[in-house]
């Protein structure tokens, strides 16, 4: 860090200081105003005056500490919780629209009450976004008897719900759903035909929990509504067959970071004899060509029980920052058919793209937003730049004490698993409770497998059986409990010492509390933080080691075995200078992905910038601010969704050779954003001309069974799904710039040459 950011730090440091002073200044206010004397009745009364001047125009800030007064008492009196000092700063700072770092066990949950009381009073509605459908259930229902009891009403979004279940939902003071629930229902409300199908209501505000995984990890995940699926070929089994004949080095090559796949000369020539298609780089091999790359991809770079299960006869992906199963996550483009035909599964089309959006898009839409999480400091210049969203540390009610043990360096994975069991067993022997956090699900069943041999039993915890996550992860703190499970599983869930039982608790104290184990480091230290939080609670004893083999990927990516070529022993490394060079690794990491996100910024912003113009004139039709018969309705409508759907099939399109540009010396985004511009600009007169014609065909009719005649219907069924973003980042060309220069060349010369080979 150089002497300007360590100046601009410090300022920064200064600033958050003097923001907590004005924070624990109304922390002060507010205890002072005191409702101990009033009755149920009379809280609610105060609560519906607070509604009342909310409604009328009076600002939130003003109704701030009586309004933070009073969930403190309705929440001392329903749940029996009186928030800490620390707990009210927290709700200071989100009401301010800040990112609240708050640690583990301090009680996020209730913090989040205050905020969302205070903004549920103008009427508006107020989103809690939470991290998966269990966590927004758990807190509607434990959180619910606040909010009842000040006259507000509260509710929770499941997936699965009836349209009409989700508009009350939708329709209540406070609503809990997961970000990604929210999206989908947005985007189904973004091709319903009529005002009465739609879910949401205009958005307000929202509160973001855990918010590094939804705005940093998660942000450019495209949410995805489809129709009905085409029926699938069975080219991608034929693929994946020519491509398991090819072998590494002698006919494809990895980038330095493994990221990316690329044939080589060697490669291209014995694919073209395979298939006896000719020059692969001919026009009209360019769908079998981008089908093959994907096959290759899948096939050197994609592991089962790593990057994918298969379950009940389907491919299901496996998070890379959770390592869970991602529900209704789908590969992007070709990928997840090449994947389904590697592992010789029936395949199935996704079906035409109708919709789609970003998270980070989606949470922008809300006028006022903030988020919580115990993970955010490492990445605030990041949230600060994308979201304007400060990072605000809020004080641990009580001190942390738990012991970060320094990494534990291993030259090979065999003698890290070695020292893993043998640690885990010592520590077992003494009745102390241990988690340990994997990298994936065949690293869990490995090690499980190894610790059964040693007589250590565990609790499994990976993406083969989630269902009982909640509930393994809450007794992770019990006396002689080893849990072992996919990096951050139970995130959301407290751990308590002796699984809540007071006696167990003092037992588990005088051990060390829990003693945390990471198989592996991540490319963010946030993860490693998210995982080391899990010991430590609200000023528990615990402990966090770190153990790591110079053979796990992040080291191979960026080439640190070579530190210790020709070295293999079982003992730890003891060399100081690994452990900076490991640290100088994440960082990089880190810096990578902040520029791979920037990079997907680039092209999924115009496109989105274009959905929302379009948007905007849908939205005015469907509340008939047109004043629009029926049939212009429904006509307008149908070629505006159409015409869309269109345009996202033509970005994709451009998207994915988008890279050939760099051939011709030409800015690849540029030159997107020049192609999608000129492609959107044709839309209004295409939408016109159609409606046109249409309008005439049915001559003024409103009959709803003529414009069905006439094929003015939405699809049978729809289907939404994800994206999985790590392959957007990660699935540049499959092509090495010097291949693909010789294959080019090759496409134009052979024609001009009549050469049958070149």
């Known amino acids: 860090m150089n002497i300007a950011d360590k100046l601009l730090q410090k300022l920064k440091n200064r600033e958050i200081r003097n923001t907590l002073k004005v924070y624990q200044d109304k ?15 009379q809280l609610q009364a105060e609560s519906l005056r607070l509604q009342k001047e909310a409604q009328s125009g009076t600002p939130l800030d003003e109704l701030l500490v009586d309004a933070y007064a009073l969930v403190c008492e309705a929440a001392k009196r329903t749940l029996g919780l009186q928030p800490y000092d620390v707990q009210i700063m927290a709700a200071l700072a989100l009401h301010d629209g800040k990112l609240i770092e708050q640690y583990t066990g301090e009680g996020k949950t209730l913090s989040a009450v205050m905020p969302a009381y205070l903004n549920a009073l103008t009427g508006e509605g107020v989103h809690v976004l939470t991290f998966n459908d269990y966590l927004a259930s758990r807190d509607a229902e434990w959180m619910g008897p606040i909010y009842r009891s000040l006259g507000l009403t509260v509710n929770s979004v499941q997936a699965g719900m009836s349209l009409s279940e989700k508009r009350e939902a939708y329709a209540a003071d406070i609503t809990y759903v997961t970000a990604k629930e929210a999206g989908f229902d947005y985007l189904r409300d973004t091709i ?3 005002e009465a199908d739609t879910v949401h209501r205009s958005f307000h505000y929202v509160i973001v929990d855990e918010a590094d995984s939804l705005l940093l990890d998660e942000a450019r995940v495209p949410l995805v509504i489809a129709g009905e699926s085409d029926s699938s070929s069975s080219d991608g089994i034929h693929l994946a067959e020519v491509v398991r004949q090819l072998t590494p080095i002698e006919h494809y090559d990895f980038d330095e970071s493994k990221r990316n796949v690329y044939l080589n000369e060697a490669g291209s020539a014995k694919v073209e004899s ?13 769908p079998l060509l981008s089908a093959l790359n994907c096959a290759l991809h899948v096939e050197s770079l994609l592991k089962k029980d790593v990057d994918y299960i298969v379950r009940n006869g389907r491919i299901e992906l496996i998070d890379e920052y959770t390592g869970r199963v991602a529900e209704n996550r789908h590969l992007p483009d070709g990928l997840q058919a090449a994947l389904t035909a590697k592992e010789g599964l029936p395949s199935e ?13 989606f949470l922008s839409l809300y006028p006022k937003a903030c988020g919580m999480t115990a993970t955010a400091h490492a990445s605030a210049i990041e949230f600060e730049e994308i979201y304007e969203l400060q990072v605000v540390q809020i004080p641990s009610n009580r001190q942390n004490i738990r012991i970060d043990h320094p990494l534990r360096i291993y030259t090979h994975k065999a003698a890290k698993l070695k020292a893993l069991v043998q640690e885990i067993s010592s520590v077992h022997a003494t009745g102390r409770p241990i988690l340990i956090g994997t990298s994936s699900v065949e690293e869990s069943d490995m090690l499980a ?3 059964a041999v040693a007589d250590v039993p565990c609790h499994v915890l990976n993406a083969k059986n989630d269902a009982e996550e909640a509930g393994i992860i809450a007794k992770a703190g019990e006396i002689g409990a080893v849990t072992v499970s996919t990096n951050m599983a139970g995130r959301g869930v407290d751990i308590r010492l002796g699984g809540g039982n007071p006696t167990q608790a003092e037992a588990v104290a005088k051990l060390g509390g829990l003693y945390v184990i990471g198989t592996h480091v991540n490319e963010s230290v946030r993860i490693d933080d998210q995982l080391r939080g899990r010991a430590g609670r609200q000023g528990d004893p615990g402990a966090s080691v770190f153990f790591v083999s110079l053979e796990d990927e992040l080291m191979l990516q ?5 530190w210790v070529r020709g070295l293999r022993q079982d003992e730890e490394l003891q060399e100081p200078a690994l452990h900076s060079k490991i640290s100088h690794i994440q960082r990089v990491a880190m810096a990578q992905n902040y520029h791979i996100r920037q990079e997907l910024n680039c092209y999924s912003d115009m496109v989105e910038d274009q959905r929302r113009i379009l948007y905007e004139e849908r939205l005015a039709i469907l509340k ?18 159409q015409f869309w759907a269109d345009h996202l099939a033509y970005a994709s399109y451009i998207r994915e050779g988008i890279h050939l540009e760099s051939l011709a010396s030409r800015n690849p985004i540029d030159e997107f954003h020049v192609q999608i511009t000129e492609a959107y600009d044709q839309i209004p007169a295409k939408i016109n001309n159609e409606s046109a014609n249409m309008l005439e065909r049915l001559a003024g009719s409103n009959d709803p069974s003529k414009w069905e005649k006439l094929g003015l219907k939405s699809p049978a069924s729809t289907r939404t799904y994800i994206i999985s973003d790590q392959y957007i980042q990660n699935k540049r060309s499959s092509w090495n710039p010097a291949t693909m220069m010789a294959y080019y060349l090759r496409g134009i010369l052979r024609p001009i040459f009549k050469l049958s080979k070149f």
């Open 274 to 286: 395979l298939l006896g298609c000719g020059n692969l780089f001919e026009s009209h091999n360019g």
């Open 558 to 562: 960026f080439g640190i075995d070579r």
């Open 349 to 361: 089309s996704g079906g035409k793209i109708l919709g789609t959006i970003t998270l980070q898009h």
């Open 192 to 194: 319903a035909l009529n």
């Open 624 to 641: 008939g601010g047109k004043s629009m018969s029926p049939s212009e309705q429904r006509v307008r409508l149908f070629y505006i969704d």
């Open 449 to 451: 497998e190894a610790l």
């Open 27 to 41: 922390v002060e206010l507010i205890r002072k105003r005191n409702w101990e004397a009033c009755n149920d009745g």
